[in-house]
């Protein structure tokens, strides 16, 4: 089991920053592939971002692509999302994931093919 704790979540203006922080426990972080999700009101939650174990390769949503980093510190048993530029439409619940058996670039970006979610963080950008 691995447990997963997001937090960095909060209120920006649209075009502001924040950087979430997902901390695991319980295993190895590099025993996992981990991704971002997020959900909005009445929405599907939906493929943000995710980072092989090793964090040399990286995936991204096509909304966030050139705005939104991963990445990911083993050491430390940490994944980050720094998002910059921020718009109304990211706003939404946000979501860390881990699994250990993902292969392929469709995994990467299923919601179901994650064993492992943290509870959430809430991002809300004003316009």
């Known amino acids: 089991q691995v447990q997963l704790v997001e937090s960095g979540g909060g209120l920006v203006q649209a075009g502001g920053s924040l950087r979430l922080t997902c901390a695991a426990s319980?295993?190895?972080?590099?025993?996992?592939?981990m991704g971002w999700f997020r959900q909005a009101p009445g929405k599907e939650r939906e493929f943000v971002a995710a980072v092989s174990r090793s964090g040399g390769r990286t995936l991204y949503a096509d909304s966030v692509k050139g705005r939104f980093t991963i990445s990911r510190d083993n050491a430390k048993n940490m994944m980050y999302l720094q998002m910059n530029n921020l718009q109304y439409e990211d706003t939404a619940v946000y979501y860390c994931a881990a699994d250990p058996t993902l292969r392929t670039y469709t995994d990467y970006q299923n919601v179901g093919s994650f064993t492992y979610w943290g509870q959430g963080t809430q991002v809300t950008v004003s316009s």
């Open positions: 319980g295993r190895t972080l590099s025993w996992y592939a």
